[in-house]
């Protein structure tokens, strides 16, 4: 079974701090997704990687894909109040996605 | 165009009875999929339908829980004699054939049993 361990859980800080989401897992993917969620909404996609070593930028935030395809990162640059919610990772696994536990975020004005 | 709705989004029922949670996906997407979140945790894969048929039930917890779906449309998850374990919110998400992986979902249906 393959498993996505995510980390920190929560993470709480004040508005213009940077902050990094980690991702990880035993098991190489085929691809890893980045999705937010907030408060009663269905998560919503951020980005998509597929390449070993990928970078991929929207905006403030910056992911990455490990060399290995094992692991991810996401990177917020000045954190805004707007960025708060819940950050998922998830790698493709034969027609379903495999989610990590998720990272909660706060930021604080 | 219009996204993935499900329907209804807060469900109340009694320890014991079957309900049924429905999911709209957008339309020309083939695959849909159905997922479980407890309170603030990642998603628990439940069910994917690929059309209508069911490549994948790995995910589902009991035979108390079984899906449908209607060619390239609407699925219903139903639930048996729900117990208090079964609360949580249920997801769905849809996804084309070209990129299977970008899910997209829908606000989701709030099940709590009592």
């Known amino acids: 079974t393959q498993l996505l361990e995510q980390s920190p859980q929560f993470l709480s800080i004040q508005e213009g701090e940077n902050l990094t989401v980690y991702c990880n897992s035993s098991s190489v993917f085929s691809s890893l997704q980045w999705y937010r969620q907030e408060p009663g909404e269905g998560p919503v996609l951020l980005v998509t990687?597929?390449?070993?070593?990928e970078v991929k930028k929207l905006k403030r935030l910056t992911f990455q894909f490990g060399d290995a395809r094992k692991d991810s990162s996401l990177h917020i640059t000045a954190a805004q109040p707007g960025d708060t919610g819940l950050y998922l990772c998830a790698g493709a696994d034969t027609g379903k996605l495999i989610f990590g536990q998720g990272t909660t975020l706060q930021v604080k004005p | 165009g219009a996204g993935v709705s499900q329907s209804p989004s807060n469900k109340v029922t009694e320890k014991g009875k079957d309900v049924e949670l429905r999911c709209d996906p957008i339309?020309?997407?083939?695959?849909l999929y159905w997922y479980r979140q407890s309170l603030g945790q990642g998603l628990e894969f439940l069910i994917y339908?690929?059309?209508?048929?069911?490549?994948?039930k790995s995910g589902l917890p009991s035979d108390r829980f079984s899906a449908e779906r209607t060619g390239e449309s609407v699925s219903t998850l139903t639930i048996q004699r729900t117990q208090q374990e079964d609360s949580a919110v249920y997801l769905c998400?849809?996804?084309?054939?070209?990129?299977?992986?970008?899910?997209?979902f829908g606000p989701g249906t709030r099940l709590t049993v009592t």
């Open positions: 990687v597929v390449t070993g070593g």
């Open positions: 339908f690929q059309g209508n048929s069911a490549p994948d």
């Open positions: 339309s020309g997407h083939t695959a």
């Open positions: 998400a849809s996804s084309s054939l070209n990129n299977p992986y970008e899910q997209y």
